[in-house]
């Protein structure tokens, strides 16, 4: 089984930064293994659906974004770590969610096609 352990979450001012890690650990299949294990951010704030936030390949080399993240969030992976990060700048009190990092076979933002995922990191940002 692999679990992933999500940290970096916390307490910002509007404008600031935070990195968000996601960490793999156990006996099986390592998230860079190959490209058909994609490893994706989501969020979810208060009373609201869970959402797609970005999206990663096994190898790196490709990235997918939600608009909403588009051009303030960066995310990247350092395999022989076996992490994934995301890095956030510019955040905005929208952004306030519990913070998800997942796995999935397959290139896609589904969260039915995830099936392995961290227990969250809440991220809080301030007006």
């Known amino acids: 089984q692999v679990q992933l352990v999500e940290s970096g979450g916390g307490l910002v001012q509007a404008g600031g930064s935070l990195r968000l890690s996601c960490a793999a650990s156990g006996r099986a299949i390592k998230l860079y293994a190959s490209d058909t294990y994609a490893t994706a951010w989501f969020r979810q704030a208060p009373g609201k659906e869970r959402e797609f936030v970005s999206l990663i390949s096994g190898n790196g080399l490709n990235t997918y974004y939600a608009d909403s993240a588009k051009g303030r969030f960066t995310i990247s992976r350092d395999n022989a770590k076996d992490t994934v990060y995301l890095q956030m700048n510019s955040l905005k009190p929208e952004d306030t969610a519990i913070y998800y990092c997942?796995?999935?076979?397959?290139?896609?933002?589904?969260?039915?096609?995830?099936?392995?995922w961290g227990q969250g990191t809440q991220v809080t940002v301030s007006s």
């Open positions: 997942a796995r999935s076979r397959l290139w896609t933002i589904s969260t039915s096609e995830f099936d392995i």
